[in-house]
C-alpha cells in the first residue's frame, strides 16, 4: 500500500519569500509518479506539477519546483518568490505504478502568505 | 474551454432523502472521477470510469452511493438514503486517456452536501 505524510498542518510565509512544503511517502513500487495540488479558499483543486520515480532532474513548473529525494522517500514542494494568491492548502499525491495516474492524497498543508 | 461542470454547488437536505450529484467532464477526456473531501478522512476517491465503464468501485463507502455514466458527458452520484455522515465535499475530476505520460486530472468546483 502507498502512504502520503504532509506532516505540516500550517505554514507561514512573508510575501516575495520561498517557501517548501513537506512531504514523504512509503512504498514498496519502484515505478511511481507524484503529484502536488493547491486548494485556495474556492474550493477547486489545481494540479501543480508532476514528478515521475525514473526522472532524473526535479521538475519544475513556473514559481513551483519538486525537489526529489528518491532515497530518503520525500518530494518537497518549493515556491519561490510567494505571492499573496498562493495562500491555499497544498496536497501532495502518489500515483500507483503501470502508468494508471490515480493520485492518493495527503493530509494537506495550509500555507499563509503574509503581506 | 469549460472545465469540469458539477451541479449542484450547494445541497442542503434532510437525513433519509435522496441526493443526486451531477458532473459533465471536459469533452474527450476518456476517465471520470469521484471523489469525496472531509475534515477527517481527506480526499478519497470513490469510483472512477474509463470510457463510460466503472473500473473501481472499492471505495464507494456503502450500498446507499451509487454512480452511473450513461454517456461520455455525463456522470452522476447518487446517495440513497443519506445520512449526516455523508456530509462533505464531493468533486468529480476527469482526464484524458493516457499514452505513457502523465496527463493532468482537471478537478470541478465541487459540490458542498449538507445532510441534516
Known amino acids: 500500500a502507498q502512504k502520503i505524510t504532509q506532516t505540516q498542518p500550517g505554514m507561514f510565509v512573508q510575501e516575495k519569500e520561498a517557501v517548501t512544503l513537506d512531504c514523504t511517502y512509503d512504498t514498496s513500487d519502484q515505478s511511481y509518479g507524484l503529484f502536488w495540488y493547491k486548494q485556495p479558499s474556492s474550493g477547486e483543486m489545481i494540479f501543480l506539477i508532476y514528478q515521475g520515480s525514473y526522472d532524473e532532474q526535479n521538475a519544475t513548473e513556473g514559481r513551483y519546483s519538486l525537489n526529489f529525494q528518491k532515497a530518503r522517500k520525500s518530494a518537497n514542494l518549493v515556491i519561490s518568490a510567494s505571492q499573496l494568491g498562493d495562500s491555499a492548502m497544498y496536497f501532495c499525491?502518489?500515483?500507483?505504478?503501470?502508468?494508471?495516474?490515480?493520485?492518493?492524497f495527503g493530509r494537506g498543508t495550509s500555507l499563509i502568505v503574509h503581506p | 474551454d469549460a472545465g469540469v461542470i458539477q451541479s449542484p454547488r450547494h445541497e442542503v437536505t434532510e437525513m433519509g432523502q435522496e441526493v443526486t450529484l451531477r458532473c459533465k467532464p471536459i469533452s474527450g477526456h476518456d476517465y471520470l472521477f469521484w471523489y469525496r473531501q472531509t475534515m477527517m478522512r481527506g480526499l478519497e476517491l470513490l469510483i472512477y470510469f474509463n470510457n463510460n465503464v466503472p473500473i473501481d468501485d472499492s471505495g464507494m463507502p456503502e450500498d446507499r452511493f451509487s454512480a452511473k455514466m450513461p454517456n461520455a458527458s455525463f456522470s452522476t452520484l447518487k446517495i440513497q438514503p443519506s445520512e449526516p455522515r455523508d456530509s462533505a465535499v464531493y468533486f468529480c475530476?476527469?482526464?484524458?486517456?493516457?499514452?505513457?505520460?502523465?496527463?493532468?486530472?482537471?478537478f470541478g468546483p465541487g459540490t458542498r452536501l449538507l445532510v441534516l
Open positions: 475530476a476527469s482526464r484524458p486517456k493516457t499514452f505513457g505520460e502523465v496527463e493532468t486530472q482537471y
Open positions: 499525491a502518489m500515483s500507483p505504478p503501470g502508468g494508471s495516474y490515480i493520485p492518493t
